[in-house]
């Protein structure tokens, strides 16, 4: 099948043509990144009004790239949720459109679930079942995955996502934004053993990163100033080695409690490179296999959101065009 991928759940409007769920013919992206820097993250408003000025212009570029044209589209994946609403209203009201002027199926698509499909685009793709990390600006979940559409939720946050830990900790720090972006540049300079941080919940697979936010809090507090430029890349370096070690840890054990040997890690988080290193690095250890997309298809895209499509496509789901987003929609949930 021929797949037109939207994705518009947040601050990037992404569009995607995705043959057979295998082969990604494009993959377009437009960042709103300069629209949200001077706030240190993303406004609602604004992101859904450069939704509506970007999202035409990124689906018929995604098309020329592909060298299709919308009749020989086969169907339609649009993300439906969870996300900001105003954001996912504009590539859900676009998806309905094109799919009722041309008479393409249409279905609508769980962002979540899109992370985890991204994995499938790799050579070889892991095979079902598996433990899967989705780690992003709003989500740290770890799932057992034993298909599509079969998930059951193994451990989460209590509080604060762990993209959501680095992009307020830059804020606090000054930074820059995005947060995780600059953490990740930033602490490679850095020693992660200078500063000791706390790492939480460790009896747990839940997770919970507010003790870490705070501490780094209070470490401004105690010194009445900000860090120096000299001790930056020690404070962050510190800062993203307690975040990773928990990640890391806890997923391997989820693996090691279901005993699967095979985990997947996706989610804007899993560009991290400490990240990646650390999972390839333990997993290895531990003789799993570590499944990582590379970054452009961790953090978010249409191309993600048209490999779930076609697999809902080819079981005969559709939907119509009186379909709603949804801000929340847990994994387990299929309404």
């Not at 676009?94 to 393409?104: D, E, P, Q």
């Not at 433990?131 to 709003?138: D, K, N, P, W």
């Not at 780094?216 to 404070?235: S, W, Y």
Request: hydrophobic residues 45%.
């Amino acid at each position: 099948m021929l797949i037109l991928g939207v994705e518009s759940s947040c601050d990037e409007t992404a569009a995607a043509v995705v043959q057979d769920g295998k082969r990604v013919l494009s993959n377009v992206i437009a960042s709103q990144v300069k629209a949200h820097e001077k706030y240190g993250g993303v406004v609602p408003e604004i992101a859904s009004r450069k939704h509506t000025e970007a999202i035409i212009p990124v689906i018929l570029q995604s098309l020329e790239v592909a060298g299709v044209g919308i009749s020989d589209l086969e169907g339609i994946a649009v993300t439906r949720g969870p996300g900001l609403i105003g954001s996912l209203l504009v590539g859900l009201s676009t998806a309905k459109a094109i799919a009722f002027a041309h008479g393409v199926p249409m279905v609508g698509v769980n962002h979540l679930e899109g992370h985890i499909a991204a994995t499938l685009l790799l050579d070889p793709p892991p095979a079902f079942p598996f433990v899967a990390l989705v780690v992003s600006g709003g989500h740290t979940n770890i799932y057992l995955v034993k298909d599509f559409q079969d998930f059951t939720c193994l451990g989460q946050t209590r509080d604060d996502a762990a993209g959501e830990a680095f992009d307020k900790a830059a804020k606090l720090l000054e930074i820059g934004y995005p947060g995780g972006v600059v953490i990740d540049r930033m602490a490679r300079q850095g020693n992660p053993g200078t500063i000791a941080f706390p790492r939480a919940m460790r009896d747990s697979l839940d997770f919970s990163f507010s003790g870490v936010k705070t501490s780094l809090l209070n470490m401004v507090k105690k010194q009445g100033r900000l860090f120096t430029e000299a001790e930056l890349p020690d404070v962050v370096a510190g800062f993203q080695e307690a975040i990773v070690d928990v990640l890391v840890q806890k997923t391997l054990k989820a693996a090691e409690n279901a005993a699967m040997t095979r985990v997947v890690v996706c989610g804007g988080v899993a560009a991290n490179s400490r990240l990646r290193e650390r999972f390839y690095e333990d997993g290895k250890e531990k003789g799993m296999d570590v499944f990582i997309p590379p970054p452009v298809l961790c953090t978010d895209n249409a191309a993600m959101i048209a490999v779930v499509g076609e697999h809902l496509l080819k079981k005969g789901k559709r939907d119509d065009l009186a379909l709603n987003a949804v801000s929340r929609w847990p994994l387990e949930l299929r309404p």
